[in-house]
């Protein structure tokens, strides 16, 4: 595709549900990167994958946080047992590779915990 | 740890003036800055990359400046429009460890009004 897709672009769910966000990256982009924004805040790493590498997952705020990225093209963000304060927009990235090159951002997913 | 800062956090003027919109950044070890532009609800929009060995980038209306050396960014707008109005976000790659993260600041408010 042309840019950064993501999907759903909106989510509500309940507390204690488990939720998945969707991360389509640029064709050919080989790095991706997951950040969150909540309320108020900057963005925030969340995780990255570079090719065949072992992601850096140092940035997950619990263990109910986990990604994965499957073929080394598209992204899932999977939050077990939602509390609220999870709320936030989720925002994907892509890289062309390991470069000085500009991040491209897809249009995020907005967490609404009730 | 890197630590971004951007200030102010919210600015208003009015349509054609010329404005500045500053950012800066603790940790001089650097290889690039990027500028983004956030519209509400929607992702980010890269403005401007200036890469740790330039001094300034020029896209139009708009002009990034940076001193690393002092920490410091600048984005220059010129005869503003209310089209402008959007959240300003300032990140930077550092070289570091992890070097493939960006670390943002939370952002200008720019208000821009007819």
């Known amino acids: 595709g042309a840019g950064v897709s993501q999907s759903p672009s909106n989510k509500v769910t309940e507390k204690g549900k488990d939720v998945e966000l969707r991360c389509d990256p640029i064709s050919g982009h080989t790095a991706l990167y997951w950040y969150r924004q909540s309320l108020g805040q900057g963005l925030e790493f969340l995780i990255y994958f570079q090719g065949n590498s072992a992601p850096d997952k140092s940035g997950l705020p619990s263990d109910r946080f986990s990604a994965e990225r499957t073929g080394g093209s598209v992204s899932t963000l999977t939050i077990q047992r939602t509390q609220q304060e999870d709320s936030a927009v989720y925002l994907c990235a892509s890289l062309a590779g390991f470069s000085y090159n500009e991040q491209f951002f897809g249009p995020g997913t907005r967490l609404t915990v009730l | 740890k890197q630590e971004v800062t951007q200030i102010p956090a919210a600015l208003s003027v009015p349509e054609g003036e010329n404005l500045v919109l500053n950012c800066s950044f603790t940790d001089s070890a650097i290889y690039n800055l990027q500028w983004f532009r956030q519209d509400p609800g929607k992702g980010l929009t890269s403005l401007l990359l200036i890469q740790s060995s330039q001094r300034e980038q020029t896209s139009g209306r708009l002009n990034a400046s940076l001193d690393k050396s002092s920490g410091r960014s600048t984005l220059y707008i010129a005869a503003s429009q209310p089209g402008d109005s959007a959240t300003y976000l300032c990140?930077?790659?550092?070289?570091?460890?992890?070097?493939?993260?960006?670390?943002f600041g939370k952002g200008t408010l720019l208000t821009v009004n007819p």
């Open positions: 990140a930077v790659r550092s070289s570091g460890g992890s070097n493939y993260k960006l670390t």
